[in-house]
C-alpha cells in the first residue's frame, strides 16, 4: 500500500468516540442483544442506540435479528483498510541526500509570515501615545 492512499476517514470517525470503542470492545467477544449493551453503559438505550447506528454507517457492525431481539456484531474485517494505511507510516522513511532537501526546507523559509520589524512596533506605540483622551462624562464615568 502506497502512502498516497485515500484514509479510511468514516471508520475514524466512528471510532473517534469512548462509548463507540468500548461498543466495539464488548462486541469482539460475541454478538450481543442491544439491552445486554445497554447495561454496560450509565447512559440511556436511546443513546446506545444512536452509538450503534454511527457503527453500523462505518460498517463495523451488524444487526442480526434473532427472534425478538436485535443482536450486534463486530465485523472486524472492515478495519483492514484502516490498519493498512496505518501500517504504511510504519514503513522505514525513504533517505533524502543533503542536497535535495534544500528546495524543501527554501520552500518551507519562504512561505513562512515575516518577523514584525522594531521600526513598526515602535510607530505603534508612538501613534498610541499620541491619541486624544477618551471623553469622560459629567459625573467623571468613562464612556
Known amino acids: 500500500m502506497t502512502r498516497k492512499s485515500k484514509p479510511p476517514i468514516a471508520l475514524y470517525s466512528a471510532l473517534a468516540d469512548a462509548t463507540r470503542c468500548r461498543i466495539v470492545e464488548i462486541l469482539a467477544a460475541g454478538p450481543v442483544p442491544v439491552h445486554r449493551l445497554a447495561d454496560a453503559f450509565s447512559i440511556s438505550r436511546p443513546a446506545i442506540s444512536r452509538h450503534l447506528r454511527v457503527l453500523k454507517q462505518a460498517g463495523l457492525v451488524a444487526e442480526v435479528k434473532k427472534g425478538r431481539e436485535n443482536l450486534y456484531a ?4 472492515r478495519l483492514d483498510k484502516a490498519i493498512a494505511w496505518i501500517g504504511a507510516f510504519r514503513e ?12 524543501i526546507l527554501m520552500t518551507i523559509t519562504e512561505s513562512a509570515p515575516p518577523e514584525p520589524s522594531p521600526r513598526r512596533a515602535t510607530e505603534k506605540r508612538a501613534s498610541k501615545a499620541q ?13
Open 92 to 103: 522505514p522513511a525513504p533517505t533524502m541526500p543533503p542536497e535535495s532537501a534544500a528546495p
Open 131 to 143: 491619541a486624544p483622551e477618551a471623553p469622560r462624562s459629567q459625573m467623571g464615568f468613562d464612556f
Open 74 to 77: 463486530f465485523k472486524p474485517a
